[in-house]
C-alpha cells in the first residue's frame, strides 16, 4: 500500500507514517497541497497528514483542505494516531551551541519552540520540513546554522544533537489523521466523528447546534471556525466523540441538527485514549 506523507524521512509526519502502516510504500510530498493531490489522483492509497497539536493547535493548511477541493473528490478520515514532539537541535560535528545563530525547521515546529528559541538568541528561519531542515543543515556545513527536528533526524546525514528538549510545553503532542478518497466508513467499535457544519445565519444558531448534539449524547471535544467559500461565511469542523459504532453515529446526526445548515461527516474512527 502506498501511504502519503507532508515532509522527508525521518520527519514526525515520516514517523507517523510508520507507526501506523510499518510495511507501507512511503511517498513524502514537499508540501500540503502536493500530499492532497496525491490522494486524490491516486498516487498514493492513504494520506497521514498532522490536523493538530496540543502546544499550538490546528493545523490550518490541513484542516481547510479535509473538506476536498470543490466538491470534486470525497476525503474522509479512517484513524487518529499521536505522536509525542520532543525537539532536538542538530548541527554540523564540532559545532557548539554557542555558535549557533540560525535554527531551521517547519513553521509549526519553531512555533511550537518560539520562546526557548528566544532564550537562546537564535533567528528562526521557516522551511518546507523538519528532516528537509537537517539535510539542507548538512549540505549548507555552517557552524552557525542548526536544525530542530525529531532526536533521530540528524543521525542519517552525520550531524551531531547540540540540545535536547527544544520546546515551549513538555506536554508538546502531534494528532494525526489517516485519509482515503471515499464516503466515510463506520466501524463497530469507531467512537469518534468529525463533521463539518454551516450553521443558519439567525441569532443562536450554532449555539442551538452544539446544545442539540450535547442533548444526544455527543461530546464535543474540539470545535473550530474556518473560512468558508464566500467572503466572511465560516464552517465550524467539530470532533464528536459518541457511543460506538453505526447506531452511535446514527443517535448523534440522524436527523440533522435542526439549526444547522448543511451538515458533512468527515469520516468516523476510534478515538485515541490519552
Known amino acids: 500500500m502506498k501511504i502519503g506523507y507532508q515532509g522527508e524521512p525521518h520527519s514526525y509526519s515520516y514517523r507517523a507514517a510508520t507507526e501506523l502502516f510499518p510495511d507501507g510504500d512511503y511517498i513524502g510530498h514537499r508540501g500540503f497541497a502536493a500530499a492532497f493531490g496525491a490522494l486524490e489522483e491516486g498516487v498514493v492509497d492513504r494520506l ?3 490536523v493538530e497539536n496540543s502546544t499550538t493547535g490546528s493545523v490550518l493548511p490541513v484542516l481547510d483542505r479535509l473538506p476536498g477541493n470543490g466538491g470534486r473528490v470525497r476525503f474522509s478520515i479512517l484513524a487518529e494516531h499521536l505522536v509525542e514532539v520532543r525537539h ?3 548541527g554540523i560535528p564540532g559545532a557548539s551551541i554557542d555558535q549557533i545563530r540560525e535554527v531551521r525547521s517547519h513553521p509549526e515546529a519553531l512555533a511550537q519552540a518560539e520562546y526557548a528559541l528566544l532564550g537562546l538568541g537564535v533567528e528562526a528561519i521557516p522551511v518546507y520540513d523538519t528532516a528537509g531542515a537537517v539535510r539542507e543543515v548538512a549540505e549548507k556545513g555552517d557552524p552557525s546554522v542548526a536544525a530542530l527536528a525529531p532526536p533521530r533526524a540528524g543521525a542519517a546525514y552525520g550531524l ?3 540540545l535536547d528538549d527544544v520546546l515551549d510545553k513538555a506536554h508538546n503532542t502531534t494528532r494525526f489523521v489517516v485519509l482515503h478518497v471515499g464516503e466515510p466508513e ?6 469518534k466523528t468529525t463533521i463539518v457544519v454551516t450553521s443558519s445565519h439567525t441569532p443562536g444558531s450554532l449555539a442551538l447546534v452544539l446544545t442539540e448534539l450535547g442533548l444526544r449524547g455527543a461530546n464535543l471535544t474540539r470545535i473550530e471556525s474556518r473560512p468558508a467559500g464566500d467572503a466572511w461565511n465560516y464552517r465550524f469542523f467539530i470532533d464528536l466523540v ?3 459504532g453505526p447506531e452511535g453515529l446514527k443517535r448523534v ?4 441538527p435542526a439549526n444547522a445548515a448543511a451538515v458533512l461527516n468527515l469520516g468516523s474512527y476510534k478515538a485515541v485514549v490519552t
Not at 186 to 191: L, M, W
Not at 253 to 256: E, H, R, W
Open 48 to 50: 497521514v497528514v498532522p
Open 88 to 90: 532536538t537541535l542538530h
Open 160 to 162: 551531531d544533537v547540540l
Open 186 to 191: 463506520v466501524n463497530e467499535d469507531d467512537d
Open 242 to 244: 459518541h457511543a460506538p
Open 253 to 256: 446526526l440522524d436527523p440533522p
